[in-house]
């Protein structure tokens, strides 16, 4: 396993201890075994070394100390930063963003999440072309170049040079990936005409929302193979999935699972995930899993507001549902105001979480009564399909139903209400 410190700069700003513990999860989430962990406080980071002169040597020692081969900062930093930081330490050095792009790059299964990695990753490396990391794929593009321009001497043509070749990479990848979502597009958009409200499951990574989506889901007797994958670690979605949920009185909705958040998510990576998260932003009601037994759970709170906010999401009615009450010392299910205490692992918690839910998005429903001609019996079958029937009568006119009807439903037969 490869031996890192981990290191960051505590000022005002920010919750520096919850940040810190969060770096090591994500390194760990790595594979990274964490040897150390240095702080320093200063106002602001210095320009050239991050850290100031001291806790540089501070940091080289302690690599000697701990044979550590990298060492792992707790924020972005610049190209000089990481090049000096080399230099002084002997270590690799790899930022925060750094490192939560090769969490997603190994996550990553499908073809669209693989691309939109491949282009966060493009998008991190075109501001940073001096460093160690672009000069290997300067190796690797100088073939395709023509070694002339691996000389010294012609510095400025190969950055540009790299710089082209990295931009035209990523339009060729956007290029693929929209054909990959060509699908996903007309999907999502005949999901909106179906009028069906949309509901979609958000928060903090490992929160708990996929297996909230499953229990859900087998609450309302859905077939095994439209579970979706739930693992004990940081980002195991990091797909959107989309799935029907459908009630014994025929009230049913969609809910969609979305990829979690971490505090300081790099901006490059919420913006190649934006599509993924079209379905959140396309809902008429979000549930933020929130894991109740983290110590951190209210700053985990506060990163999934600022993520969500931070790509125009912040006007959707929401549901707080505090997940893993059974590990939480705590009594469940519990219903608050908008707020539900709850386990996902709880048939009877899922149940209650599932009438909040409907309570929210199931407005409008009324009972009436329409007598449907014989004629159109292919609206009687609608109505035992979209409508929680309460009696039918069979009259010489047609055929009379008392049922109760969403809005959508009582407008459209609304020529036959008696
Ligand atoms: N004890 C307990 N564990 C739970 C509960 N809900 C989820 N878990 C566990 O928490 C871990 C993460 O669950 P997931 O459903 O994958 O979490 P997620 O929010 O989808 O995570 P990402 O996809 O990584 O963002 C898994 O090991 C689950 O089994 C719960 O109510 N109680
Ligand atoms: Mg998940």
Redesign the pocket.
């Known amino acids: 396993m490869t031996a890192v410190i981990i290191g960051g700069i505590e000022n005002q700003t920010e919750n520096f201890t919850y940040t810190m513990e969060e770096l090591q999860a994500l390194a760990e989430a790595d594979n990274l075994e964490v040897v150390a962990s240095v702080h320093q406080k200063l106002e602001r980071p210095v320009a050239a070394t991050y850290f100031g002169a001291g806790k540089v040597t501070e940091i080289f020692q302690a690599g000697q100390v701990h044979a550590a081969d990298a060492l792992i900062v707790n924020d972005e930093l610049s190209p000089t930063q990481i090049r000096n930081l080399e230099q002084d330490t002997g270590l690799t050095v790899i930022d925060r963003t750094a490192l939560i792009l090769d969490i997603f790059a190994s996550r990553a299964r499908t073809k669209e999440a693989k691309l939109q990695v491949e282009i966060a990753k493009l998008q991190y490396q075109l501001p940073r072309l001096r460093t160690s990391a672009a000069e290997k794929l300067d190796q690797q593009t100088a073939g395709n170049a023509g070694g002339g321009f691996t000389n010294r001497g012609a510095g400025e043509t190969k950055l540009e040079l790299n710089r082209r070749v990295i931009e035209k990479q990523i339009s060729q990848l956007r290029k693929k990936l929209k054909d990959v979502q060509k699908d996903q597009v007309t999907q999502s958009k005949q999901r909106r005409a179906s009028g069906l409200p949309q509901v979609a499951?958000v928060?903090?990574?490992?929160?708990?929302?996929?297996?909230?989506?499953?229990g859900l889901l087998q609450l309302t007797g859905q077939e095994e193979d439209k579970q979706?994958?739930?693992?004990?670690?940081?980002?195991?979605?990091?797909d959107t999935s989309v799935r029907k949920v459908h009630f014994a009185d025929n009230k049913e909705f969609l809910l969609s699972?979305?990829?979690?958040?971490v505090s300081k998510l790099p901006h490059n990576l919420v913006a190649a995930f934006e599509s993924t998260l079209a379905e959140a932003r396309n809902a008429d009601l979000l549930v933020q899993?929130i894991?109740a037994?983290d110590p951190h759970a209210r700053e985990m709170i506060a990163t999934t507001e600022e993520t969500l906010a931070s790509i125009g999401i912040d006007d959707i009615p929401m549901i707080y549902a505090y997940?893993?009450?059974?590990?939480a010392n705590t009594r469940y299910p519990l219903v608050t105001g908008d707020a539900i205490t709850?386990?996902?692992?709880?048939s009877q918690?899922l149940q209650v979480l599932a009438d909040v839910i409907r309570q929210k998005i199931f407005t409008g429903y009324q009972t009436l009564t329409f007598l449907i001609p014989f004629a159109e019996g292919q609206l009687v079958q609608q109505l035992n399909e979209e409508a929680q029937i309460i009696k039918t009568d069979y009259l010489a006119t047609g055929t009379q139903i008392t049922a109760e009807v969403s809005p959508q439903l009582a407008a459209q037969l609304q020529d036959y209400v008696q």
């Open positions: 499951l928060g903090y990574t490992n929160a708990g929302k996929s297996t909230t989506m499953n979706v994958f739930v693992k004990n670690m940081l980002f195991a979605t990091l699972d979305t990829v979690g958040f899993v894991d037994s997940n893993k009450a059974d590990l709850y386990s996902a692992r709880d918690s």
